[in-house]
């Protein structure tokens, strides 16, 4: 167990919908990051929030939003769904953003649009 | 950008040595990562390499060439729960973020 939560472990949904993923980092940790798992893309990094300001964005679809709460937990809202979104999602937490922090995986939400 | 390789699959049997390897270029490099994610579940940490040379921890170990672009990671004695998927990680000097490459899927046999 990494210390990182992430909710709900699966979800189902149609295209066109929208849905919100919920992280919340491990005690103490001030950096989440976001990253997607499909079978065809690997595992790619969305964005990263540092003590609730954006800090890097990777291949983040325009359809995709995300932010940092006051208490450090992370929302990553996924909008007018398609079917090729359906994949893995991971949320990541670290202490800080220098060198050497690694980084701790939560066990991710699986999101299948039908 | 950053571009990483690894071979897709390797097969071991189990009690032998594997030596999966990794080769990046990079824009902006900040220490290398080696991963391992079993099938479905989240990627959990296994080293982290910086400066070049050999990191050991248990039956595992990382090596680093900054010069050359190229990791390894070895794994020594093998056991059957070493089957999985070993993702090579490069972190930017631009914030904190990894580059993951595609993860090698390791076989381990009887």
């Known amino acids: 167990d990494s210390g990182v939560t992430q909710t709900p472990k699966h979800l189902i949904t149609a295209t066109g919908q929208r849905v919100t993923l919920r992280c919340s980092p491990r005690s103490g940790d001030l950096s989440v990051y976001w990253y997607q798992q499909s079978l065809d893309q690997g595992l790619q990094f969305l964005i990263q929030?540092?003590?609730?300001?954006?800090?890097a964005k990777g291949n983040i679809l325009e359809r995709f939003s995300a932010q940092q709460f006051p208490d450090l937990h992370s929302e990553l809202n996924l909008s007018s769904l398609e079917l090729g979104d359906s994949a893995l999602y991971f949320c990541a937490s670290s202490a800080g953003t220098g060198w050497g922090n690694e980084q701790f995986f939560g066990p991710g939400t699986r999101l299948t649009v039908l | 950008g950053q571009n990483i390789d690894q071979p897709t699959e390797m097969t071991a049997t189990e009690g032998a040595i594997v030596q999966i390897n990794c080769t990046y270029q990079t824009s902006g490099f900040n220490g290398l990562f080696w991963y391992q994610q079993h099938a479905g579940e989240a990627p959990t940490f296994l080293s982290y390499?910086?400066?070049?040379g050999l990191e050991e921890k248990g039956r595992f170990s990382s090596f680093l060439s900054r010069s050359k672009g190229y990791s390894y990671l070895l794994l020594k004695e093998l056991q059957m729960k070493d089957s999985a998927s070993y993702l090579c990680?490069?972190?930017?000097?631009?914030?904190?973020?990894?580059?993951f490459g595609g993860g090698t899927r390791l076989m381990v046999k009887p």
């Open positions: 929030y540092y003590n609730g300001e954006e800090r």
């Open positions: 390499n910086v400066l070049d």
């Open positions: 990680a490069v972190k930017s000097n631009a914030g904190n973020m990894l580059t």
